[in-house]
Structures are given as C-alpha cells and as structure tokens.
C-alpha cells in the first residue's frame, strides 16, 4: 500500500510542477523563455529567413537581396516587431511566423510587421480562423506598437 501512496503522490508531484512551469511561461514570467525564442534558430532573424530561403532552392546572394529588400531595420527592432506578435497571438510560434514570411517572401511580397493588413494576414492564414473584434483591436495595438519602434 505504502509503494501505490509513493508512486502516486510522486506522479502527482510531477505533474502539479510541469503543469505550474507551464502556467508560468504562458503568463510571462519566464523570461528565458521568450529570449531563447528570439534566437531559436539562428544569429538572428535574417540569418534564419536566408537560411531558410537557401534550403527552398534559392542562391545565398538571391536569398539575401530579398531579406534584405523586404527588412530594411535593423535586426533588434524586427526581432521586438516579431515578439511582439507573439506576445499576442499565443497560438502561433516562431517557426510557424518564420514559414509563414519566407512563403510571401518566395511570391515577392514584402512582409512589413508594422502593418495592420499584414498582421491580419498572416493571423488569418496561420490560424485557419475568422477572427473576432477583440482579436482585431489586439493587432491594431501589436500594428501601432510596431509602428513607434525606432530604427536607430
């Protein structure tokens, strides 16, 4: 009896703290979190849209004038313009954000995260949804905030 009252209060144990870590990174409160998200895959983010770009086929000169015609700030402030995306649309990771640009990049399309139409774009095509007002009034903030991000 005492080895049944071990294992479950050990699996219980277990599962209040993952259930509680979890908790804390979806409310903010890990930080590292968010900062290895930043630089999950690469330098920066640049680096990781060429990189992708490359794998799709494309030649590194080619990748990189595209990168670079579309992302004309500096990396910080695309990174900030990204998270804070993120930071609203909880369903949506960095892969998935990162796929998502290099397909409108392949088509030629620039990709600007200061841009209400393109946040409800690529929100539109990730979720698979109809977005309802408070979902929409959340990108205008995300679209403004990205807007008064300097590019010193």
Known sequence: MRVKVFIFGTLFLIGNITLNAHLLVREGVVIAEESSTLSHAGHNVRDDLEMRLVQRGMENEAA???VERSFKENDLVTMLKMQNY???IESIDYEMLINEIIIELLFGNAVDLSSYDTLV???QRLQGIHLDTA???KLARVASMNQNLQTT
Do not use: A, G, R, V
């Open 121 to 123: 774009s690529l929100t």
């Open 86 to 88: 993120l930071n609203i």
């Open 64 to 66: 990189h004038d595209i």
């Open 135 to 137: 979902l929409f009034e």
